[in-house]
């Protein structure tokens, strides 16, 4: 597999990041704690993932409340493999009366304490979203002193606007703090909002992008077509909620294009839909959280495909 550099914090980074945030749960909803992928089946994801060469596993202390950074913790102690990237995230409603996404410095010093307690280890930190009461100088400076105590490699943000990135790099600058390195939002064929800005100014800014979602939570296959209702247990039946905005009439009829168009490659649905995104010329590293053995077949054919200029405008107008 690729090895590419994250922004400018010369670290490589394998061309996809494994997401461990279906272990435990979805992600990190009080509503489907429990009902996500259990332990075993985590560490068997996990395992299929290393095999296929990928090195990063990404994780959040919020994620099932814990629970999805105690079993890459365990997975990473029982395998100890010592090529493995570990990524996870601070600011997500961890604590006691905790109501709010809190970067304070105290509270990113006890979490990063916390998870790393889990992990082993901490690689790449993210900030989960944005704390507005919290000034950005005060969250800068506790990631720059973990950076400066090698804590972690590096520092990045999730979940963020244009305009709060601006904001971030304008304040790192002003107070002489490190850049984050990289950007790690939503993105695919179905959600395409950062296109227009945020890529553009991150490109720019000589930041990496590391996508979550890349297939909009299965949308983009061909599970969903024809009036297939979701089966128990998937993340449409779980989190539907959260891809309610591309999950219409609309958004499935482009989907059925790129299923015609995915024929003509001879390959799945799924797995056009990630050559796309692997293809990005602002894309970093998809993160990939396949349920199920058999879906892994999807990224072996995304890898095997190599798009032309050509074929990948051509499908992103599927989606105009």
Same mark, same amino acid.
Do not use: C
């Given at each position: ?152 490699? %590096? ?5 963020? =606007? *244009?305009?709060? @990135? /601006?904001? +971030?790099?304008?304040? &790192?600058? $002003?107070? !002489? ?63 539907? %909620? ?5 999950? =219409? *009439?609309?958004? @499935? /009829?482009? +989907?059925?294009?790129? &299923?015609? $168009?995915? !024929? ?57």
């Amino acid at each position: 597999m690729r090895k590419v550099q994250l922004g400018r914090s010369g670290i490589e980074v394998t061309e996809l990041f494994f997401g461990a945030g279906g272990i435990g749960g979805i992600g990190s909803s009080l509503a489907t704690r429990g009902k996500g992928l259990t332990l075993a089946q985590g560490v068997e994801r996990m395992d299929e993932a290393y095999d296929l060469g990928i090195r990063v596993v990404d994780t959040a202390n919020s994620y099932a409340g814990g629970r999805s950074e105690e079993a890459v913790g365990r997975w990473l102690g029982e395998r100890e493999p010592e090529d493995e990237l570990v990524a996870t995230k601070v600011g997500g409603l961890v604590e006691p009366g905790q109501d709010r996404i809190d970067l304070s410095g105290a509270h990113i010093g006890r979490q990063l304490a916390a998870s790393i307690r889990r992990l082993g280890r901490v690689d790449l930190y993210l900030s989960q979203g944005t704390d507005p009461s919290t000034p950005l100088a005060e969250t800068l400076a506790a990631f720059a002193a973990a950076v400066e105590a090698r804590t972690i490699r %590096a520092y990045g943000l999730s979940n963020v =606007t *244009p305009r709060q @990135l /601006e904001e +971030v790099l304008s304040v &790192a600058d $002003r107070e !002489r703090l490190p850049r984050p390195e990289w950007v790690q939002n939503s993105f695919s064929l179905l959600v395409r909002t950062d296109e227009r800005d945020l890529l553009p100014l991150a490109a720019a800014e000589g930041l990496g992008y590391t996508p979550y979602s890349p297939l909009a939570g299965g949308l983009l296959s061909d599970r969903y077509l024809h009036g297939a209702e979701p089966k128990p247990g998937s993340r449409i039946a779980l989190a539907g %909620a959260i891809y309610a905005q591309v999950n =219409t *009439p609309g958004g @499935l /009829e482009r +989907v059925e294009r790129l &299923a015609a $168009r995915a !024929r003509d490659f001879d390959v799945s649905t799924a797995a056009l839909a990630l050559a796309w995104l692997r293809r990005h010329p602002h894309v970093t590293a998809p993160i990939v959280s396949p349920r199920s053995s058999g879906q892994w077949d999807a990224v072996h054919e995304a890898l095997a495909l190599d798009l032309t200029d050509g074929d990948a405008a051509g499908i992103a107008e599927l989606f105009d």
